[in-house]
Every structure is written in C-alpha cells, then in structure tokens.
C-alpha cells in the first residue's frame, strides 16, 4: 500500500456562486500498489486548472458530453506524469504519459488504455506543455482559427482576442499573426500583460479592460474595424467587439468565462442590440468545439510542437507548486491571476 494526497470536492459554489479554495479539499489516502494486467502506477508531475472546470463544480454542468465532479470524490482533469511500475506490455517505467481524465492526487493506478505516451521531444522536455500549448489548449486555439476563422494571408485583416494573456488566448494570437492577420490585438485585465502581449507574443496592440473607454481604446487599435474575434470571455467586453466588426466577419466562440459563475445556459443569451449587428452586418458565430476534430489533433500537434520549438510560439505559464495548492490555482486562473496556461507542479 502507498500513501497518497488527492483532492477532493468538499462542496458546490452554489447558485450564481463564485468558486473559493474551501470548495476543495486535500487528503490522505491509501491506493494498492498490485497491479492488474494491462495497468500502470504513475506518479504524477503536473496538473491542469481550466476554465471549463467551473461547469463541472456544478450539480448539472449544461453539457451532455460533460460530467460534474461528485462530492467527496476525487477531482479529475488533465494531468502529465511519469510511470513508476508496469503490467502493460505498451509502457515501460520511465515512460511519460498524459490523460484527460488524470486523478487530482500524488500517485495512481490507470489501466494503459486510458492514458496516452509522450515523447518529451515533442515539447523539448518541457512536460508541463503538454498540458497548454501543444495539448487542448494550443488545439483549441489552432483548429479554432483555422477552422471557424477564416483567416486569408495578404488580405489585411484584423484579428481581436479576448482573454488574451490566457492559456488559449496568447495561443490563438500568435497563430492569426502567424497565419496572416495584419493586426492582430489582445484585451486583457492589466498593462503588464498588455505589455507582455505586445513586447513578447508579437501582438500588435493590446487593450487593457479595466481601464478607460474599453470601445474607444478598441476603435484606436482596429482603425479597419474587426474581421475576426476569437472570444473566450462573452458579456460586455464580447458586445463592444462584435458592435465595431465589419460585415461578413466570424466570431470564434470558444469560450465564456465572465458568465461561467452565473445560472445562465451556454453560450449565455446574447442582448438585442448585439442580435441585430450580428443579423445586420451577416456575421457568423459558431460554437467551437475542440473534441469535433479528433481527426485533425495529431497534425495539430505536430504542428504545435514545431511551432514552439523553433520559437514562432512563445509559450506563456504560470506554475503553482504542490498539491494543496490546486483550489487556489483554479480560483487564481478563474480571476485572471494566471499568465498564459496555469499549472500545478505536483513532483519533480
């Protein structure tokens, strides 16, 4: 028997509520160590804190393809670690390997069918990425611009992120620039990652939310209005951008974290006004949604991997160190402390 730290849901934020670290909690418990065939014993290295995860603390998430986390039962998400004893004939101790479906605790016992091996080549050792920029969220951001983006190399278009400094948004920025968008401009909650935005991901301008006429502050940055928007927060700040998009443009709709912490269904309704420009202007605004191209993830991949590194993607991370430290992660991320993709080392 081995004695391992996981965490658990201690309780639910409640109605409209906002998540808080005391809605998680860290525990001992016992995990067997007899392996079964065809199973592996991993340690795990790093962790993942997302924003759809806030739908999941939920008793109904809203989504048929997604389950909610029960109470005083170990949390589950992305995770990355290391084998440590094998009975399967595919992995070997040492061998790194990933899931979307990795246990919140210290070690585990997974059959071989539910993880996935990682050649640490593929993110030059940096195993941690492989839960941010060549994992779903460097997917999401390449197969969402290419795929409901509509970007033309050479026709002068102006491409608007919000969430920008996120895991997902400092992806999909560097991927329209590098894809051929004139401009390419990021909204985002401080002028410290405005200016990160601009000095080290090569965005052309960046608008900084919580400061001054977020619509006159857009207009000076997209002088030609807006072609596309890749939109990962909805509410107020997603109203301003489609109000000055040009006709025939495309909204991304990946994500909305300003209203995940409300009782509202997803995508969240749009107002009147915002309806009308959307008919008027004949813009589109798809869903995304990353798990309808599983065919395309391993090119994705590939490409994510060259991409970062040869350095035409620069990666942006913030790490949290332990394991007791995964609810204030999470809260952190879910308020814009993150930089770029928010992890949780767990070992070494």
Not at 254 to 262: L, P, R
Request: proline content about 3%; hydrophobic content about 35%; glycine content about 12%.
């Amino acid at each position: 028997m081995l004695t391992v730290q996981r965490v658990v849901l201690a309780s639910r934020p409640g109605r409209n509520g906002h998540p808080s670290p005391d809605n998680f909690r860290v525990e001992e418990t016992s995990l067997s160590t007899e392996l079964k065939q065809g199973e592996v014993l991993v340690r795990t290295l790093y962790l993942s804190v997302d924003p759809y995860m806030r739908c999941r603390m939920n008793d109904d998430t809203g989504a048929d393809y997604l389950l909610p986390w029960r109470l005083e039962e170990c949390i589950d998400g992305g995770g990355v670690g290391v084998v440590e004893a094998s009975r399967n004939a595919q992995l070997a101790i040492g061998d790194s390997v990933t899931s979307f479906n990795w246990h919140w605790q210290t070690h585990d016992v997974i059959h071989g069918d539910c993880v996935q091996k990682v050649d640490p080549r593929m993110v030059d050792g940096h195993l941690s990425y492989v839960l941010g920029a060549v994992g779903m969220p460097g997917l999401t951001a390449l197969l969402g611009v290419r795929e409901k983006g509509h970007v033309t190399s050479g026709a002068g278009q102006t491409m608007v992120i919000s969430g920008a400094s996120g895991a997902c948004g400092s992806l999909a920025g560097q991927i329209g620039r590098l894809d051929g968008c004139e401009r390419v401009v990021g909204i985002c909650g401080s002028d410290e990652k405005c200016q990160t935005l601009v000095s080290h991901l090569g965005f052309t301008a960046a608008v900084n939310y919580k400061k001054g006429d977020i619509s006159r502050a857009l207009k000076d940055s997209c002088p030609n209005g807006v072609d596309i928007y890749f939109d990962n927060v909805g509410g107020p700040i997603s109203d301003t951008v489609i109000s000055q998009m040009n006709s025939g443009s495309h909204v991304i709709l990946c994500g909305q974290i300003s209203q995940y912490n409300k009782d509202v269904p997803y995508p969240s309704p749009l107002s009147e006004k915002t309806l009308e420009a959307l008919r008027c202007k004949n813009i589109t605004r798809d869903r995304f949604m990353v798990l309808n191209y599983m065919d395309k993830h391993k090119e994705g991949l590939e490409l994510l991997s060259q991409w970062v590194k040869t350095g035409q993607i620069k990666v942006l991370e913030t790490v949290a160190n332990g394991i007791e430290n995964m609810g204030v992660a999470f809260c952190s991320m879910m308020t814009g402390g993150n930089f770029g993709k928010q992890v949780v080392k767990i070992s070494d």
